[in-house]
Antibody, heavy 115, light 108 residues
Framework: QVQLVESGGGVVQPGGSLRLSCAASGFTFSSYGMHWVRQAPGKGLEWVAFIRYDGSNKYYADSVKGRFTISRDNSKNTLYLQMNSLRAEDTAVYYC????????WGQGTLVTVSS | DIQMTQSPSSLSASVGDRVTITCQASQDISNYLNWYQQKPGKAPKLLIYDASNLETGVPSRFSGSGSGTDFTFTISSLQPEDIATYYCQQYDNLPRNTFGQGTKLEIK
């Protein structure tokens, strides 16, 4: 069965950096694009970034463009999100989701940006 | 970007009631619409894809309809375990899969 497991969340100061990982199993990871979606505490779902199956194209929400970088290692079945210049408003649970239609989601990892 | 307007934002109903949530897209998205259920502390769970197709294992009391810009999600007979927040999501404008604002469903 499809399984997505995020890791790497934690508490970071404003301006700091964090790298999230998403380990995938149960499907041919290298054949599917992958998303990151986030949810601020008590708020709705916000699409963050997408990477094509081969890493050839990457897309970002305006709110993270220039600060976040999505990447993948198909040999390790792992998706990444490098987050730099973090702001308080980036505080959220970050989910990875199988693309293109986000049919499977991980359990999420909490990122807290606070001094 | 395509905007998704979901209503109501919250809803209180009794066990056994028929519950309906609507979602309107800012432009034609054909049938590229998902409905999700999210319980507190959990990831969203896909219930309906392509506007009206029930995901495997999802109870038949859940259904979806619509195409173009107007969509409806229905629970035919509300059960206590259906208490959750429900989201619509378009995937016509891939990969920017925008979500509705969510509908919080409570038991009356």
């Amino acid at each position: 069965q499809v399984q997505l497991v995020e890791s790497g969340g934690g508490v970071v100061q404003p301006g700091g950096s964090l790298r999230l990982s998403c380990a995938a199993s149960g499907f041919t990871f290298s054949s599917y694009g992958m998303h990151w979606v986030r949810q601020a505490p008590g708020k709705g779902l916000e699409w963050v970034a997408f990477i094509r199956y081969d890493g050839s194209n990457k897309y970002y929400a305006d709110s993270v463009k220039g600060r976040f970088t999505i990447s993948r290692d198909n040999s390790k079945n792992t998706l990444y999100l490098q987050m730099n210049s973090l702001r308080a408003e980036d505080t959220a649970v970050y989910y990875c989701a199988k693309g293109p239609a986000t049919d499977y989601w991980g359990q999420g990892t909490l990122v807290t940006v606070s001094s | 970007d395509i905007q998704m307007t979901q209503s109501p934002s919250s809803l209180s109903a009794s066990v056994g009631d028929r519950v309906t949530i609507t979602c309107q897209a800012s432009q034609d998205i054909s049938n590229y619409l998902n409905w999700y259920q999210q319980k507190p502390g959990k990831a969203p769970k896909l219930l309906i894809y392509d506007a009206s197709n029930l995901e495997t294992g999802v109870p038949s009391r859940f259904s979806g309809s619509g195409s173009g810009t107007d969509f409806t999600f229905t629970i035919s007979s509300l059960q206590p375990e259906d208490i959750a927040t429900y989201y619509c999501q378009q995937y016509d404008n891939l990969p920017r899969n925008t979500f509705g604002q969510g509908t919080k469903l409570e038991i009356k």
